[in-house]
């Protein structure tokens, strides 16, 4: 049995938050994107390591039925490109500020290939029984190094119910990079701290992207208040809009 709705036409639309972030934060998306028609479904990501969120996320995909276009956010984008590699289903990666890696590079790497990241110094570790560390973004941190461009209320419950990234999920390399056999599309915010403009740029010319958005004074999480420019980038991707 399919997870939504298989009578539809249109591609599911797969959304996969990143560090620091939860499900909800797709939630204008997710408005639009069923407003149209679209089965939608926002994953919650498990945030513990590359390989293991990826496989979570091939086992919530052996429950869509028909063509999927894949949405990630920061470190999602990693989890998008593991899963669908080898997935004839998977039509379109879509890159939300996010990271579209080579095997063998891996989260931190990405980020500290050019200047201009600060997530570092905001960070709060806390220990894990198991051995590994959770990282939080220090809430009174989280607006300016996250959030900049939603209202400080906003980012103030974002900050409250964001959901940590184990350390060594961000030092994680990649095994595989569907973006090299997938088309993809990019959106980021020129003012990102936490993946730095520069990087995100050489990552969508990298990957031959089909679209790229760079949204003058956009933040890490520029998809918030930008949620338009998202669904429009998204419809694109699932070729029910025309490329520009």
């Known amino acids: 049995m399919s997870i939504v709705n298989p009578s539809t036409e249109r591609p599911t639309v797969v959304l996969v938050h990143g560090a620091f972030a939860e499900s909800a934060s797709w939630n204008a998306v997710l408005a639009h994107l069923q407003a149209e028609g679209y089965p939608t479904i926002a994953m919650a990501n498990p945030l513990r390591g590359v ?38 289903r998977v039509t379109a990666l879509v890159f939300i500020c996010a990271f579209a890696a080579l095997p063998g590079e891996s989260a931190a790497d990405l980020s500290n290939r050019f200047p201009g990241g600060t997530l570092g110094e905001t960070l709060v570790a806390i220990p894990l029984p198991d051995g590994e560390t959770d990282l939080y973004i220090a809430q009174d941190r989280y607006h300016d190094q996250f959030a900049a461009d939603s209202s400080p209320e906003d980012a103030a419950v974002m900050a409250s119910t ?19 056999s997938i088309p993809s599309w990019f959106l980021f915010g020129s003012d990102d701290k936490n993946i730095p403009v520069e990087s995100h740029r050489f990552m969508a010319e990298r990957a031959h992207s089909r679209r790229t958005v760079e ?14 420019q998202v669904v429009d980038l998204i419809k694109e991707a699932a070729g029910n809009a025309p490329a520009r």
């Open 162 to 180: 964001q959901r940590p990234i184990t350390e060594s999920a961000l030092n994680e390399p990649a095994g595989a990079a569907a973006w090299t």
């Open 51 to 88: 390989a293991h969120d990826a496989t979570h996320l091939r086992a919530l995909l052996s429950t869509v039925s028909g063509d999927v276009v894949l949405v990630g956010h920061s470190y999602g984008g990693l989890v998008i490109s593991e899963a669908a590699e080898g997935n004839a």
């Open 215 to 228: 949204l003058a004074g956009g933040s890490h999480t520029v998809g918030i208040p930008e949620s338009a």
